[in-house]
């Protein structure tokens, strides 16, 4: 039987990670913070992957509470250090 614990380690950098199962049903490392996002106007980029507490996956930025458009966790891809260095060729 699996725990229902959704907190984990990291297996790159050892931080402390919660799994979140996105609406495609697939389960994506997040940072356990809650954080506030906002979605970039068209056109714009977005500096975070986020995953909303609907378990959708979408590019926003982070922002103040008063300019917030909901809440979600970060990926924790867009934030672990050595995954960084992974994705850049050793
Ligand atoms: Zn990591």
Redesign the pocket.
Known sequence: MRSSNPFGT?A??G?R?MWLRTKAGKNMPVDPEMISYRRPEAGKKAAEKIVTQAGEVICADRVDNALAEGVGYIS?FAT?I??EKNKKRR
Do not use: F, L, Q, T
């Open positions: 990291c790159y950098c931080s990670i924790h672990c050595k995954a």
